[in-house]
């Protein structure tokens, strides 16, 4: 699955997802996945990722759950030279994936 993030002018980043009927402010990337975002990205305002719940050699990255609760969950970051933060995600993964997977791999596009 390809997934497209975009950075906002105030610099928040936000996953684009046109097919999603909640709130907008439901969709904003915070408590480390926005670090991670500007980790990826090269021009500041996008990145697409691809994105999934299979490991394979395509997408070397990996997000392992290490928490989880009832408004989301905390991923180690594995396989990113360089950057050594959680990233937490929402419970807006339940509307992509049905709940928070143990393991997500991905790579950037």
């Known amino acids: 699955m390809e997934l497209t993030f975009e950075k906002w002018e105030d610099g ?8 999603y009927d909640g709130d907008q402010e439901d969709l ?5 996945a926005d670090t991670f975002l ?7 305002m996008y990145v697409t990722v ?7 050699e395509d997408n070397p990255i990996k997000l ?3 928490a989880h609760d009832e408004i989301g969950g905390t991923y180690q970051v ?6 050594k933060q959680d990233v937490w995600l929402c419970n807006v993964v339940h ?3 049905g709940e928070h997977p143990e393991n997500f791999y991905f790579r950037k596009l």
Request: proline content about 3%; hydrophobic content about 40%.
């Open 12 to 19: 928040r980043w936000f996953v684009v997802l046109p097919e």
């Open 28 to 32: 904003e990337m915070v408590d480390g």
């Open 38 to 44: 500007d980790y990826l990205t090269e021009d500041d």
């Open 50 to 56: 691809d994105v999934s719940l299979e490991d394979t």
């Open 64 to 66: 392992r759950l290490v």
């Open 78 to 83: 594995e396989n990113l030279d360089g950057f």
């Open 95 to 97: 509307f992509l994936y």
